[in-house]
């Protein structure tokens, strides 16, 4: 069963338009995690041009108080203002992204071949009983891609789906893209690492990533549940989400 953590950055970008309180992303992540949701995903930028760091504490406290079984997800490139938010908020799951924050968003995963000594060092020092680590991983890194990330110590890779996402109107790209993704899953499982998902995944394009991709223990999905919900709803896109991902 693959677990819904709901990204929150595109709610705090809506509520950044204005310097006024709403939408909330505490609010926003009550109803969704009322409706089913595994988690919170949140991705603080250095411009905190969606998720400030305010946020991230509202939601630990929110999460801490009364959803105690929900995971709480923070995603970012491990500078040194990120780890220590992460060692202050001690959040279940840390996605290590490898992005500039001159980016718009996230376009790549880690270069584990390259950067394994860094990632090595930095998972040392995140790791703690009862945490996961995740880092962010290329579609086609393939396995000597992940025998690298499983060198760093580790536990799970989140697969880049954007480029799978890009092709919605190319049916061949993105059964390219899937080959490639499933390939990657079934390398990682085999060393023993988890496997998480995410980007730009969607109701539409949800099925067929399911069925190529198995094992699957996470998604999490910000910007298409968050264009679903402004017109069905923060509590009816979650449950939507939910039984397509049961199948
Ligand atoms: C790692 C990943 O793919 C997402 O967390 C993505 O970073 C979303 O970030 P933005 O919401 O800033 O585009
Ligand atoms: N880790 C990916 C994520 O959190 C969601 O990204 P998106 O659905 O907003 O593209």
Redesign the pocket.
């Given at each position: 069963m693959t677990l819904l953590s709901v990204?929150l950055?595109?709610v705090a970008q809506l509520r950044n338009r204005r310097n006024l309180p709403w939408p909330s992303v505490t609010h926003i992540a009550r109803v969704v995690l009322d409706a089913g949701a595994s988690g919170i995903?949140i991705?603080p930028?250095p411009d905190e041009r969606?998720i400030r760091r305010s946020d991230v504490y509202d939601l630990s406290a929110l999460l801490n108080a009364e959803y105690p079984r929900a995971e709480f997800n923070i995603?970012g490139y491990p500078s040194e203002d990120f780890l220590a938010l992460i060692e202050d908020v001690r959040p279940h799951q840390v996605?290590l992204?490898p992005d500039d924050p001159a980016q718009a968003?996230?376009d790549h995963g880690w270069d584990f071949l390259g950067e394994g000594n860094f990632l090595t060092s930095v998972v040392q020092r995140l790791k703690r009983p009862g945490r996961r680590i995740s880092l962010?991983c290329d579609p086609d890194a393939g396995e000597d891609g992940v025998a690298a990330a499983h060198a760093t110590g580790a536990d799970r890779i989140?697969l880049?789906t954007?480029p799978y996402g890009a092709c919605f109107n190319d049916p061949q790209e993105a059964q390219r893209q899937l080959e490639a993704l499933s390939q990657t899953s079934v390398a990682a499982r085999a060393l023993g690492l988890g496997v998480n998902a995410?980007?730009d995944l969607t109701l539409e394009n949800l099925p067929a990533f399911q069925a190529a991709v198995s094992g699957v223990a996470e998604v999490?999905i910000?910007?298409g549940l968050t264009a679903d919900a402004l017109i069905m709803g923060f509590d009816s896109a979650t449950r939507r989400y939910i039984s397509v991902l049961a199948g």
């Open positions: 990204n950055n595109a995903t991705h930028r969606h995603e996605t992204v968003t996230s962010f989140e880049f954007g995410g980007h999490s910000g910007h």
